[in-house]
């Protein structure tokens, strides 16, 4: 708040919220051991309909209250909240750096439609239950990192679905301002694979909401803005504004597909300032504001020196 600071996005993990009974929601454990149950819960959960879950809605929910006494403390310390349902868990043994597939949350919000229908009553209880609850300031995105590329269906059916999800929540909270999210983790995955963001408007949604802004994420080129997350030779840096890192420091394909990316990008700051114009173009066209809700820079352990950490924030 001292930076300037007057919005915190707030993220609340929708398996805890669902299946705290199931998975022993206070424990702390290994993350296979959650992962494990939760994709259990999850295959119940669908093989019963849901019906446990709907009946559950509006009860008391100690994840739930949890959440909605952290939103109130940051209301009172004078922060606009976004609400946004989040994922954590992949199922199948896997996890984000393994995983063939999208996570639970994701498979079952585009491939199983009786999980639809529980999803957006799901969302208008947690906005009744959080206006209800003294969280006065505060806005709605609809899910975080939405997929639905390839064999999801695509930025229409996620339109129509968070449509539904919209109309939901305005129904607990009339005139909510809304945040709208496009598709393929927030655009996140195919722009930064060297993509033009001039095509930007393809991943997003349209909507007819008044009151609502459009979110995308930004970690372009990846290499730089989540370099922890590559097998690196030791002492690798990558550097802002652009310096040559050298291919043979990826110890695996991703790294090395991320190092010629970097190469071939060379980040600096004429770089963003046309990322930034191409948005602001898309922005034009949209007649709505877009808003990065999600964009990195690592740790000095990663390899970033501060002085350049700072300039790329500027």
Known sequence: RGAGARVMRMQVNVEG??????????????????????????????????QRQSAALGSDNPVIDMYIAGARRLNQAGFHV????TDFFWGGGSNWTNSSDIPLLHQYLERDVAFQDFYVRWVNALVARMASGGVTNFSLQAVNEPRFCGSGGGTRAWQKLEARIFTAAREAAPGLHLVSTATCTAADQPLSRGRNYAGLLRYMPRHDFDNMSYSIHLRNPRLLHLPNHYNL???????????RVPESAGLDDSARTQIELYNQIRPDAAFYASVFSQIAAAEQRLGRKIVVTEW?????????PRDERRQRIR
């Open 17 to 50: 919220a669902m299946f705290y009974n199931e998975c022993n929601w206070r424990s702390d454990g290994p993350y296979d051991a959650f992962n494990a149950c939760y994709d259990a819960a999850y295959a119940q959960a669908r093989n019963e309909g849901w």
């Open 82 to 85: 976004i609400v946004v349902p």
């Open 296 to 304: 990195s820079v690592d740790k000095p352990d990663y390899g970033l």
């Open 233 to 243: 030779r030791p002492g690798t840096n990558v550097h802002y504004p652009y310096q």
